[in-house]
C-alpha cells in the first residue's frame, strides 16, 4: 500500500520542504514501529506503544476508518496487556507493506 | 475586539501543522506559539497566560493532564488525541472539547465555536461588574454575584441559589459558569457543585460536606486538594 501525502486535501497547501517532512516523520515512525517489533521480547516496549500511538494520528488520515478502529483496538490491547502474537504479526505486516511517498 | 491569543502543545509536528493551518481560517485566532515539548511550554505558558492551548495528551516526558495541573492560571483549552479513551479524563478536567484525530476541518470549526462561546460569555461584561441577568420564566431577574451560596449542576441546567434562598434555573453548563465566576471566590468543589469560598463555614471531611451557612453542600475528594488551597486551609503546591 503506498500512501502519497499531498493527495489529502488537508494538505494541499502545504509546501514541498513541509510534506518533505512529514513523509521523514512517517518513515521514522514506520521503522521504529518495525524495529520494536522485532525485539523478541514480548512485551511491549513504551517506544513501541508511544510511536504507534502517534501514528495512529498521523494515518488515520489515509487510512480507512476500518483500519483506524482496528489500530486502536490493538492500542487498547497494548494498554491491557493483551496483545498478541497476531496481533504482533499482522502490525509487522502492515509497516513491512506501506510505503510513503510525496 | 481582541483576537484569542491561542498556543499548539503537540510533540507531533503533523498535528501542529494541521492546527496552524486550520486556525488560518479563524481570524479572530491568533496562534501566537507552538511548542513539541511540554515540559519547554510549562514555564511560557504561565508566564503568558494564553486565552485558549490545543493539547496532546499523550506526550513524553509530561501528559496534557499533568501540564493541566501544573498550570497557575485558568486555561481554556481543547485535547487533541488519536485515542477516545483519553476523552473522559479530558472532560473531567473541564476541557472545552475532545477532538479524535483525524482531526477533521467541520469538527474543527464546531470545537472553535464552543470557545468562542465560552471566552466571550463574561458575565462582567454581559452583565455589568459584579452582577448577571438572569431569565426565568419571561422575566430577567438581576443577582448579585455576591448572593450566590452555591451553583448545582443538573444535566443540561444549573441551578442558581442565592442567600434568601431564591433558586433560578437556567441553561447552561457548569464549566461555562465556573469559568466566568472563578474571578468572583466561586469554585468548583464537586462534579455537580460549584460554591462562593467565602460562605464556607465548615469543611466536614466525615460527610465530604461543606456548611455554607444557608445549605450544606457535597465536596469530592478528588477535589479536596485544591479546595483545601483556594480555601487558603493548605499551602498552594
Same mark, same amino acid.
Given at each position: 500500500?503506498?500512501?502519497?501525502?499531498?493527495?489529502?486535501?488537508?494538505?494541499?497547501?502545504?509546501?514541498?520542504?513541509?510534506?518533505?517532512?512529514?513523509?521523514?516523520?512517517?518513515?521514522?515512525?514506520?521503522?521504529?514501529?518495525?524495529?520494536?517489533?522485532?525485539?523478541?521480547?514480548?512485551?511491549?516496549?513504551?517506544?513501541?506503544?508511544?510511536?504507534?500511538?502517534?501514528?495512529?494520528?498521523?494515518?488515520?488520515?489515509?487510512?480507512?476508518?476500518?483500519?483506524?478502529?482496528?489500530?486502536?483496538?490493538?492500542?487498547?490491547?497494548?494498554?491491557?496487556?493483551?496483545?498478541?502474537?497476531?496481533?504482533?504479526?499482522?502490525?509487522?505486516?502492515?509497516?513491512?507493506?506501506?510505503?510513503?511517498?510525496? | 475586539?481582541?483576537?484569542?491569543?491561542?498556543?499548539?502543545?503537540?510533540?507531533?509536528?503533523?498535528?501542529?501543522?494541521?492546527?496552524?493551518?486550520?486556525?488560518?481560517?479563524?481570524?479572530?485566532?491568533?496562534?501566537?506559539?507552538?511548542?513539541?515539548?511540554?515540559?519547554? *511550554? &510549562? @514555564?511560557?505558558? #504561565?508566564?503568558?497566560?494564553? $486565552?485558549?492551548?490545543?493539547?496532546? +495528551? !499523550?506526550?513524553?516526558?509530561?501528559?496534557?493532564?499533568?501540564?493541566?495541573?501544573?498550570?497557575?492560571?485558568?486555561?481554556?483549552?481543547?485535547?487533541?488525541?488519536?485515542?477516545?479513551?483519553? *476523552? &473522559? @479524563?479530558?472532560? #473531567?478536567?473541564?476541557?472545552? $472539547?475532545?477532538?479524535?484525530?483525524? +482531526? !477533521?476541518?467541520?469538527?474543527?470549526?464546531?470545537?472553535?465555536?464552543?470557545?468562542?462561546?465560552?471566552?466571550?460569555?463574561?458575565?462582567?461584561?454581559?452583565?455589568?461588574?459584579?452582577?448577571?441577568? &438572569?431569565?426565568?420564566?419571561?422575566?430577567?431577574?438581576?443577582?448579585?454575584?455576591?448572593?450566590?451560596?452555591?451553583?448545582?449542576?443538573?444535566?443540561?441546567?444549573?441551578?442558581?441559589?442565592?442567600?434568601?434562598?431564591?433558586?433560578?434555573?437556567?441553561?447552561?453548563?457548569?464549566?461555562?459558569?465556573?469559568?466566568?465566576?472563578?474571578?468572583?471566590?466561586?469554585?468548583?468543589?464537586?462534579?455537580?457543585?460549584?460554591?462562593?469560598?467565602?460562605?464556607?463555614?465548615?469543611?466536614?471531611?466525615?460527610?465530604?460536606?461543606?456548611?455554607?451557612?444557608?445549605?450544606?453542600?457535597?465536596?469530592?475528594?478528588?477535589?479536596?486538594?485544591?479546595?483545601?488551597?483556594?480555601?487558603?486551609?493548605?499551602?498552594?503546591?
Amino acid at each position: 500500500m503506498t500512501v502519497t501525502i499531498s493527495n489529502h486535501p488537508l494538505f494541499k497547501e502545504f509546501s514541498h520542504d513541509e510534506i518533505a517532512e512529514i513523509l521523514d516523520e512517517f518513515n521514522h515512525q514506520k521503522f521504529t514501529i518495525l524495529r520494536e517489533l522485532d525485539n523478541e521480547d514480548e512485551n511491549v516496549s513504551l517506544d513501541l506503544r508511544h510511536t504507534f500511538h502517534k501514528s495512529i494520528g498521523s494515518l488515520s488520515y489515509f487510512l480507512s476508518a476500518d483500519i483506524t478502529s482496528t489500530h486502536r483496538k490493538m492500542l487498547s490491547a497494548m494498554d491491557n496487556h493483551s496483545f498478541s502474537k497476531e496481533n504482533r504479526d499482522a502490525l509487522r505486516r502492515f509497516y513491512s507493506e506501506i510505503e510513503f511517498s510525496i | 475586539m481582541n483576537k484569542i491569543k491561542t498556543v499548539i502543545i503537540d510533540d507531533d509536528k503533523l498535528t501542529i501543522k494541521l492546527i496552524s493551518k486550520l486556525l488560518e481560517n479563524h481570524k479572530d485566532i491568533d496562534l501566537i506559539q507552538t511548542y513539541s515539548d511540554p515540559t519547554v *511550554a &510549562i @514555564e511560557e505558558l #504561565n508566564k503568558h497566560q494564553p $486565552d485558549l492551548l490545543f493539547l496532546d +495528551i !499523550e506526550m513524553p516526558k509530561i501528559t496534557g493532564v499533568e501540564l493541566i495541573k501544573k498550570l497557575n492560571f485558568k486555561a481554556n483549552f481543547i485535547f487533541v488525541s488519536a485515542y477516545d479513551s483519553y *476523552a &473522559i @479524563e479530558g472532560f #473531567n478536567l473541564d476541557a472545552i $472539547d475532545f477532538i479524535v484525530k483525524p +482531526i !477533521e476541518e467541520d469538527r474543527f470549526n464546531v470545537a472553535i465555536e464552543k470557545v468562542r462561546h465560552n471566552i466571550s460569555n463574561d458575565v462582567r461584561n454581559e452583565s455589568g461588574e459584579g452582577f448577571m441577568f &438572569i431569565k426565568e420564566k419571561g422575566q430577567h431577574h438581576k443577582v448579585a454575584i455576591s448572593e450566590i451560596v452555591a451553583i448545582k449542576s443538573d444535566t443540561d441546567y444549573l441551578h442558581i441559589i442565592t442567600e434568601d434562598n431564591r433558586r433560578f434555573v437556567i441553561l447552561h453548563t457548569l464549566k461555562e459558569m465556573q469559568d466566568k465566576l472563578y474571578k468572583y471566590g466561586i469554585i468548583k468543589v464537586h462534579k455537580s457543585y460549584l460554591v462562593d469560598k467565602s460562605r464556607v463555614l465548615n469543611v466536614d471531611s466525615t460527610t465530604n460536606e461543606l456548611d455554607l451557612g444557608t445549605m450544606k453542600v457535597p465536596f469530592s475528594r478528588r477535589m479536596k486538594r485544591s479546595m483545601l488551597e483556594e480555601l487558603n486551609i493548605k499551602k498552594k503546591k
